[in-house]
């Protein structure tokens, strides 16, 4: 999980990229992706403390 930061914000680009096309009507999400952002915006709060506890090296 050293990788924990980078990843995150390739995650977090994707998801502003992601938005900006949907709010501008190129991008229409299938039912596969409506779940996985879905899951996504329930889990930033896990997300965040695992990666908080990987930094520490705990994980």
Known sequence: ME???AL???AWEWWGAAI???QEGR???DDVER???ADV???PAAFVAF?????RGCV
């Open 20 to 22: 900006d096309e949907s």
């Open 51 to 55: 990666g908080e506890a990987a930094a």
């Open 27 to 29: 991008w229409v999400r």
């Open 8 to 10: 995150a914000d390739d």
């Open 41 to 43: 915006t329930a889990a």
């Open 35 to 37: 779940a996985v952002v």
């Open 3 to 5: 990788n924990f930061p």
